[in-house]
């Protein structure tokens, strides 16, 4: 089954592929010019109806795609699929990771998130 990640140079699109990378899982990419406004034709919206990024698609069979539109759940995505062991098992450990990842995603990247949008205008 084929995946297809559509993205920008944006930190949502490239956690993504860090994880698709990480995981080892092979897919091709389509970069989508935010400035042109590729995200927000109906075309795209087809994919991700809010026009965001970024967008993983993966074929499945009988025209059944996976269509995932959150950079986090293809991460996860990524990581149970992944033949290494990206995230611990549960219990403590596992507890720890989750507590740290979610610190990094609300604290961390949503205020930089928030000052790139800002340096847009």
Same mark, same amino acid.
């Given at each position: 089954?084929?995946? /297809? &990640?559509?993205?920008?140079?944006?930190? @949502?699109? /490239?956690?993504?592929?860090?994880?698709?990378?990480?995981?080892?899982?092979?897919?091709?990419?389509?970069?989508?010019?935010? /400035?042109?406004?590729?995200? $927000?034709?109906?075309?795209?919206?087809?994919? @991700?109806?809010?026009? &965001?990024?970024?967008?993983?698609?993966?074929?499945? $069979?009988?025209?059944?795609?996976?269509?995932?539109?959150?950079? @986090?759940?293809?991460?996860?995505?990524?990581?149970?699929?992944?033949?290494?062991?990206?995230?611990?098992?549960?219990?403590?450990?596992?507890?720890?990771?989750?507590? /740290?990842?979610?610190?990094?995603?609300?604290?961390?990247?949503?205020? @930089?998130?928030?000052?790139?949008?800002?340096?847009?205008?």
């Amino acid at each position: 089954m084929a995946i /297809r &990640l559509y993205g920008a140079q944006t930190g @949502n699109s /490239r956690r993504a592929a860090i994880a698709l990378e990480e995981a080892g899982i092979s897919y091709s990419v389509s970069r989508v010019d935010l /400035r042109a406004g590729e995200h $927000k034709t109906a075309a795209f919206r087809v994919l @991700n109806p809010r026009g &965001l990024i970024p967008v993983m698609v993966e074929e499945g $069979k009988a025209g059944t795609d996976l269509v995932v539109t959150q950079s @986090n759940a293809i991460m996860f995505y990524a990581a149970s699929r992944s033949r290494e062991r990206l995230t611990p098992d549960p219990g403590q450990e596992a507890a720890l990771f989750f507590d /740290r990842l979610f610190y990094f995603i609300t604290e961390v990247i949503a205020p @930089n998130g928030g000052a790139f949008a800002l340096r847009a205008c």
